[in-house]
T-cell receptor, first 114, second 111 residues
Framework: AQSVAQPEDQVNVAEGNPLTVKCTYSVSGNPYLFWYVQYPNRGLQFLLKYITGDNLVKGSYGFEAEFNKSQTSFHLKKPSALVSDSALYFCAVRDNLGDYKLSFGAGTTVTVRA | DGGITQSPKYLFRKEGQNVTLSCEQNLNHDAMYWYRQDPGQGLRLIYYSQIVNDFQKGDIAEGYSVSREKKESFPLTVTSAQKNPTAFYLC??????????FGPGTRLTVT
């Protein structure tokens, strides 16, 4: 079984401040972890992934995420947020044992104020 | 120009009518997926197909049907048996255990 939790429905930050969106996961085997962003009335855009290797993963638009196996977390971070980062963010996971299905978190709405 | 296309962007139907949503990909991906998104909720998997001529039910398959006759195409039919069909429908494709790529979505409204 696999599941994802995004404990915060909303995150509010000021432009220029660091942004963190939290994600914890549960899988039976080894995790494959993903972050996506969704703008209103649009599809999801892939930001970054962790498959194996370095625990710090860098992705699109200046985002990065840190894989922490002991805490089963994969938090998304951006050192300096932009107003244009305001969107809905989804964390997703699959394990390496079953089929190709992804399990998504409920999403976190990020608002960056000018 | 590679990607996933979904049509139409907006769709309106009367209750009791079946409706088919189109999804096409030119990424040469083996797997394709259909998700439903409701306000304030995450994505819920309706059906998925890991190879042509094969598909499996997801978490909320009741009232939906699919076909996968071609690698590029994975149409979703929302039948009259689906009790609450109004939603935003997202199609995705992927290769193996790696990331999925999403289409722009179809917003279905049933009245």
């Amino acid at each position: 079984a696999q599941s994802v939790a995004q404990p915060e429905d909303q995150v509010n930050v000021a432009e220029g401040n660091p942004l963190t969106v939290k994600c914890t996961y549960s899988v039976s085997g080894n995790p494959y972890l993903f972050w996506y962003v969704q703008y209103p009335n649009r599809g999801l855009q892939f930001l970054l992934k962790y498959i194996t290797g370095d625990n710090l993963v860098k992705g699109s638009y200046g985002f990065e995420a840190e894989f922490n196996k002991s805490q089963t977390s994969f938090h998304l971070k951006k050192p300096s947020a932009l107003v244009s980062d305001s969107a809905l963010y989804f964390c997703a996971v699959r394990d390496n044992l079953g089929d190709y299905k992804l399990s998504f978190g409920a999403g976190t709405t990020v608002t960056v104020r000018a | 120009d590679g990607g996933i296309t979904q049509s139409p962007k907006y769709l309106f139907r009367k209750e009791g009518q079946n409706v088919t949503l189109s999804c096409e990909q030119n990424l040469n991906h083996d797997a394709m997926y259909w998700y439903r998104q409701d306000p304030g909720q995450g994505l819920r998997l309706i059906y998925y197909s890991q190879i042509v001529n094969d598909f499996q039910k997801g978490d909320i398959a009741e009232g939906y049907s699919v076909s996968r006759e071609k690698k590029e195409s994975f149409p979703l039919t929302v039948t009259s048996a689906q009790k609450n069909p109004t939603a935003f429908y997202l199609c995705a494709s992927g290769q193996g255990y790696y990331e999925q790529y999403f289409g722009p979505g179809t917003r279905l409204t049933v009245t």
